[in-house]
């Protein structure tokens, strides 16, 4: 570390394309490549098609606007996304009903009493909605059923500003390696929630007569006072940083063969991201439990937790 200037950082590479496709055909995927080749195929087609009643030139002027459609479809990309996709999971989109409710046994008809008028008044009727999960193991590991497991970790913050420039390489090389040392899909997901300390303030209250000296008790009469000033004066919001570690299911292994290699990624990540001075917590049941109904109930307001920070 001393070899490094306090006052500056040196870059460590870290690759950024380690999820790219594999190129087929020069710079264009398989995916591109069929997508091309079909639309060439199609063209060359309706040449032969159209030949004996349309001159060549009329047909290439037809067929300039379908090609570019199909390149612009083949190589075009939208948010990261292959167009061809996007405009597929859009077409998806707006074929699915927009409001969901929980109904695992499935979304009842209206009654008969109900007028037929009434019933085309309140439009589509909702649909069931259909979690991405099978499940919650006693680990913690969540049962994606097809797509393999996905464990989940409570992540600690850095202060990186405030560290020296051999301090902040140091970091940066720790983190570079964990990313280095991934074998599998990882998501880093950063979430702001809403947080109450009213509950945290009652409790100051109920338990600062039991302080062992007046001034103690006072202290935190003042403290609980400051916190209720602070809910009173706007919403805060608390950051949580979840790291998920997903593997995917063998191909011809049992449906649990994928959930202790999940929590072992994650032992992993703690071992790897501790010279980074970042704490790696794995979830048990209950707190993946609230954390999937937190992502889906965002509005509730949480607790102040011993590893959120206020922004």
């Given at each position: 570390?001393?070899?490094?200037?306090?006052?500056?950082?040196?870059?460590?590479?870290?690759?950024?394309?380690?999820?790219?496709?594999?190129?087929?055909?020069?710079?264009?995927?398989?995916r591109?490549?069929?997508?091309?080749?079909?639309?060439?195929?199609?063209?060359?087609?309706?040449?032969?098609?159209?030949?004996?009643?349309?001159?060549?030139?009329?047909?290439?002027?037809?067929a300039?606007?379908?090609?570019?459609?199909?390149?612009?479809?083949?190589?075009?990309?939208?948010?990261?996304?292959?167009?061809?996709?996007?405009?597929?999971?859009?077409?998806?989109?707006?074929?699915?009903?927009?409001?969901?409710?929980?109904?695992p046994?499935?979304?009842?008809?209206l009654?008969?009493?109900?007028p037929?008028?009434?019933?085309?008044?309140?439009?589509?009727?909702?649909?069931?909605?259909?979690?991405?999960?099978?499940?919650?193991?006693?680990?913690g590991?969540?049962?994606?059923?097809?797509?393999?497991?996905?464990?989940?970790?409570?992540?600690?913050?850095?202060n990186?500003?405030?560290?020296?420039?051999a301090?902040?390489?140091?970091?940066?090389?720790a983190?570079?390696?964990?990313?280095?040392?991934?074998t599998?899909?990882?998501?880093?997901?950063?979430?702001?929630?809403?947080?109450?300390?009213?509950?945290?303030?009652?409790?100051?209250?109920?338990h600062?007569?039991?302080?062992?000296?007046?001034?103690l008790?006072?202290?935190?009469?003042?403290?609980?006072?400051?916190?209720?000033?602070?809910?009173?004066?706007?919403?805060?919001?608390?950051?949580?940083?979840?790291?998920?570690?997903?593997?995917?299911?063998?191909?011809?292994?049992?449906?649990?063969?994928?959930?202790?290699?999940?929590?072992?990624?994650?032992?992993?990540?703690?071992?790897?991201?501790?010279?980074a001075?970042?704490?790696?917590?794995?979830?048990?049941?209950?707190?993946?439990?609230?954390?999937?109904?937190?992502?889906?109930?965002?509005?509730?307001?949480?607790a102040?937790?011993?590893?959120?920070?206020?922004?």
């Amino acid at each position: 570390m001393s070899e490094f200037d306090e006052d500056s950082v040196s870059a460590v590479r870290i690759p950024v394309d380690i999820s790219r496709p594999d190129r087929l055909l020069g710079p264009f995927t398989a995916r591109q490549t069929a997508l091309l080749a079909v639309a060439g195929l199609v063209l060359y087609v309706g040449y032969w098609a159209t030949r004996p009643f349309m001159a060549p030139l009329a047909y290439t002027v037809m067929a300039i606007p379908v090609a570019g459609a199909a390149a612009a479809l083949a190589l075009g990309r939208r948010e990261g996304i292959g167009l061809d996709r996007f405009l597929a999971a859009a077409l998806a989109h707006t074929r699915t009903r927009g409001r969901r409710v929980h109904a695992p046994e499935g979304v009842p008809p209206l009654p008969d009493v109900i007028p037929a008028h009434w019933a085309s008044a309140q439009g589509r009727p909702p649909s069931a909605m259909r979690m991405p999960y099978d499940g919650i193991t006693e680990g913690g590991v969540l049962d994606l059923g097809g797509d393999g497991h996905a464990a989940l970790a409570r992540c600690s913050t850095v202060n990186f500003d405030l560290r020296s420039g051999a301090e902040q390489q140091g970091l940066t090389a720790a983190f570079a390696r964990w990313l280095n040392s991934l074998t599998g899909p990882t998501q880093v997901l950063v979430r702001s929630h809403r947080i109450d300390l009213a509950p945290l303030a009652d409790t100051l209250h109920h338990h600062a007569p039991t302080l062992p000296h007046p001034a103690l008790e006072q202290a935190a009469h003042a403290h609980a006072d400051f916190l209720s000033h602070l809910a009173d004066g706007g919403n805060l919001l608390g950051r949580q940083i979840t790291l998920v570690a997903r593997e995917e299911a063998a191909p011809y292994g049992g449906r649990g063969t994928g959930e202790g290699r999940a929590r072992q990624r994650l032992n992993e990540a703690a071992r790897a991201l501790a010279p980074a001075e970042i704490t790696v917590t794995p979830l048990d049941a209950a707190d993946a439990t609230d954390l999937l109904v937190a992502a889906c109930n965002p509005d509730t307001p949480a607790a102040p937790g011993p590893e959120g920070d206020l922004a």
